[in-house]
């Protein structure tokens, strides 16, 4: 028996049947590796999306971090620019010539000029209401329309001079 045994062992068909079911543990194991290194291969490549994605977004959103930069920069920049040009302007309205005359003038143009246009614009209207007949002429509509615009026009008047002639005087240093 133990012949026999040993016979069918060292026979070929066995062999046959050994190398097969080798070859195909060996084919086996070969598909099952190339599956896990497919399987580890797409995880690495959806990583490698992942990552370029994550790159893709943060360079974008450092471009918009630097033209947001850019804008700040090129906003200080004209405001500074302005600052400059009003400093310089304020300069030259309180140059002095140190010519008596010159300075004189230069002091009194502004409130010569407004009490001209003041006077011209009552002349005007005083010419204006006498050739019209006065202000009996105007029915009451008319009277309610034009003291309506003439308020309006006085208060508008009084907030441009005002706020013109302290706006436009000489800043003081200031103390920190």
């Given at each position: 028996m133990i012949s026999t045994l040993a016979e069918i062992f060292a026979s070929t068909?066995?062999?046959?049947?050994?190398?097969?079911?080798?070859?195909?543990?060996?084919?086996?194991?070969?598909?099952?590796?190339?599956?896990?290194?497919?399987?580890?291969?797409?995880?690495?490549?959806?990583?490698?999306?992942?990552?370029?994605?994550?790159?893709f977004e943060h360079e974008l959103a450092m471009a918009d971090k630097q033209v947001e930069r850019s804008q700040a920069e090129g906003d200080i920049a004209r405001d500074v620019a302005e600052m400059s040009a009003f400093r310089e302007g304020l300069k030259e309205q309180q140059m002095i010539y140190r010519i008596k005359w010159v300075d004189a003038i230069r002091g009194v143009m502004r409130p010569v000029i407004t009490i001209y246009l003041l006077a011209l614009a009552t002349l005007v209207?005083?010419?204006?209401?006498s050739t019209a007949g006065g202000l009996e002429a105007l029915d009451r509509s008319a009277m309610d329309t034009l003291y309506s615009d003439t308020i309006t026009r006085i208060f508008f008047l009084v907030t441009t001079a005002v706020t013109?002639?302290?706006?436009?005087?000489?800043?003081?240093?200031?103390k920190i």
């Amino acid at each position: 028996m133990i012949s026999t045994l040993a016979e069918i062992f060292a026979s070929t068909g066995l062999g046959a049947l050994v190398g097969l079911l080798g070859s195909w543990l060996t084919k086996h194991e070969e598909r099952r590796n190339l599956e896990l290194k497919l399987a580890h291969d797409i995880k690495m490549a959806d990583i490698r999306k992942q990552e370029a994605a994550f790159e893709f977004e943060h360079e974008l959103a450092m471009a918009d971090k630097q033209v947001e930069r850019s804008q700040a920069e090129g906003d200080i920049a004209r405001d500074v620019a302005e600052m400059s040009a009003f400093r310089e302007g304020l300069k030259e309205q309180q140059m002095i010539y140190r010519i008596k005359w010159v300075d004189a003038i230069r002091g009194v143009m502004r409130p010569v000029i407004t009490i001209y246009l003041l006077a011209l614009a009552t002349l005007v209207t005083i010419k204006i209401s006498s050739t019209a007949g006065g202000l009996e002429a105007l029915d009451r509509s008319a009277m309610d329309t034009l003291y309506s615009d003439t308020i309006t026009r006085i208060f508008f008047l009084v907030t441009t001079a005002v706020t013109w002639w302290f706006g436009s005087r000489p800043s003081s240093p200031r103390k920190i």
